[in-house]
């Protein structure tokens, strides 16, 4: 996650330039303030379409403080594995999160700073080797106390621990996001599942294909998919059955392995773990951009 990005900058000076420059232009001819009004609107224009990148430098800052810190490094294994420069930038990124993101807690659970600590742990960990991106979607998250359904009411039938909407909130129950990282091997880690799904929301419909996978891969990945589920059916993969539900799920799912089961996942899926090392530009079993891919998949 950048604080400014060049077509940021870019953006700001054009808009700055058009609105000051035409209202000092007309105001050098027809008022006795010169041109001094556009200049001045100018450097408004300008500060307001910095506004975000001026409070994320704000906000690098400060320091994440020392418990959030250990609370990292007790959880998050591939915060462990990164060096002290992508350490500084993974709390940066953790920083920004806290931030800039909403979170509520519905029928009375408590949006804790360590709930949102574990939402804004992993979006640090997708977005790592992809520092020139934001997450896709949403920023609003809401905590549930219990699983809920489609209509989001628990009860006998209630089977979800999390969903992730195009437009409106993701939602997560407050224990699977203290499980998923309490437990940060086992490959179950409903955080990275529900923000994986904005990656493929990014699309017209969540079909599987990420919307940052260049065109040109999309039948690779396509096809690298329908093999790769056809190995969960016949329980000949590492992923767990749901993500042979559908191929949006099938990423989700295999986004969880991929940063908690790195190696294992290299060894019993190598063309997948090489996709994913080429989608995320990162290898999770050493926090380090991939030496070389053999993948078909290029991302843009």
């Given amino acids: 996650m950048k604080i400014l990005s060049r077509s940021t900058l870019v953006w700001a000076i054009l808009m700055s330039v058009v609105a000051g420059g035409t209202l000092a232009v007309i105001g050098d001819q027809a008022t006795p303030y010169g041109p001094w009004p556009g200049i001045g609107t100018g450097v408004v224009v300008l500060l307001l379409t910095l506004r975000r990148p001026l409070r994320r430098w704000r906000v690098s800052r400060r320091p994440l403080g020392e418990g959030n810190r250990q609370w990292l490094n007790a959880r998050i294994p591939l915060y462990q594995r990164l060096d002290a420069d992508g350490r500084a930038r993974f709390e940066r990124d953790v920083q920004f999160v806290l931030d800039e993101y909403s979170f509520e807690g519905v029928q009375g659970v408590d949006a804790s700073k360590n709930l949102q600590l574990a939402v ?53 129950t407050a224990s699977s996001v203290e499980h998923s990282w309490d437990s940060p091997d086992d490959g179950d880690n409903v955080v990275l599942h529900e923000l994986a799904h904005h990656f493929d929301f990014d699309n017209i419909n969540a079909d599987g294909v990420p919307s940052l996978v260049a065109p040109e891969s999309a039948q690779a990945w396509q096809a690298l998919v329908k093999n790769e589920i056809r190995k969960v059916r016949h329980g000949q993969s590492i992923l767990r059955p749901y993500a042979a539900e559908a191929p949006s799920e099938f990423f989700a799912v295999a986004t969880e392995v991929f940063f908690e089961q790195p190696n294992r996942m290299h060894d019993h899926h190598p063309d997948l773990f090489g996709a994913l090392c080429a989608f995320y530009r990162i290898d999770p079993r050493t926090g380090e951009k991939p030496a070389s891919s053999t993948s078909d998949v290029v991302v843009g």
């Fill in 120 to 172: 804004a742990a992993g979006v640090a960990c997708l977005l790592h080797g992809r520092p020139e991106w934001d997450l896709p979607g949403t920023t609003s998250f809401l905590f549930y106390p219990d699983r809920f359904d489609d209509d989001y009411f628990g009860g006998d039938y209630a089977d979800y621990d999390g969903m992730a909407h195009e437009q409106g909130p993701t939602i997560l």
